[in-house]
């Protein structure tokens, strides 16, 4: 398996706060993605990466931005949380098509 | 853009016997992949199968198997001698091919819960 691990695992916020969740991968994969997990939705692409300082919205990107600065790490920030984006988040990396995943992180926005 | 639907949100199968698990998509590009994740209690995604939309023939991983058909865009998944260890979301996925190779997004489907009873 690839070494993928997210931090924090677990992490309750309040409305408004800003919150980082980071994404680290030992694999030097090109790639790099943060999907988000909800109930009745499946995995949904939040944003990507396809190298440093390249990166692209996904298809729920409102209210998200990234930063790719090290092969190695993919940022995921939410400026000001809100309820709505109360979710597990996956991050994954690739260098070819089979993307491998990190554990998740639990984000509770109050 | 390409749509992933599983139509079956739950199922439930006795230990040691085999079961289908469904998926159809909605793609106009003829070059892509489709994949299938695990995702057990502990939340882990797991790469289960894969299958290249060139190759006829279907993708085998021990007790799993797919049934490709790429003229109706389905790809169902075959678990055979279920194991309580099974019991598991199952999503669907599927991704657009690169000529040069390198990587696309995946698009899931919403999952169909599996539970596997002794």
């Known amino acids: 398996d690839a070494g993928i691990t997210q931090s924090p695992r677990h992490k309750v916020t309040e409305t408004g706060t800003p919150v980082t969740l980071r994404c680290h991968q030992t694999?030097?994969?090109?790639?790099m993605y943060w999907y988000r997990q909800d109930p009745g939705h499946g995995l949904r692409l939040i944003h990507y990466s396809y190298g440093v300082k390249d990166t692209d919205k996904g298809e729920v990107s409102d209210g998200y931005s990234v930063s790719r600065s090290k092969t190695e790490d993919f940022l995921l920030t939410l400026e000001s949380a809100t309820s709505s984006q109360t979710s597990v988040y996956f991050c994954?990396?690739?260098?070819?098509?089979?993307?491998?995943f990190g554990p998740g992180t639990r984000l509770t926005v109050t | 853009a390409q749509t992933v639907t599983q139509s079956q949100p739950e199922m439930s199968v006795q230990e040691a016997e085999t079961v289908t698990l469904s998926c159809t998509y909605d793609t106009s590009e003829n070059n892509y992949y489709l994949f299938w994740y695990k995702q057990p209690p502990s939340r882990q995604m797991i790469l289960v199968i894969r299958?290249?939309?060139?190759?006829?023939q279907n993708a085998t991983e021990n007790r799993f198997s797919v049934n490709f058909q790429k003229a109706a865009k389905s790809f169902s998944l075959k678990i055979s001698d279920s194991q309580l260890g099974d019991t598991a979301m199952y999503f669907c996925?599927?991704?657009?091919?690169?000529?040069?190779?390198?990587?696309?997004?995946?698009?899931f489907g919403k999952g169909t819960k599996l539970t596997v009873n002794p």
């Open positions: 694999e030097n994969h090109r790639y």
């Open positions: 996925a599927f991704m657009n091919g690169r000529a040069q190779g390198g990587s696309e997004k995946l698009v």
């Open positions: 994954a990396s690739s260098d070819r098509e089979e993307q491998y």
């Open positions: 299958q290249e939309a060139y190759k006829q």
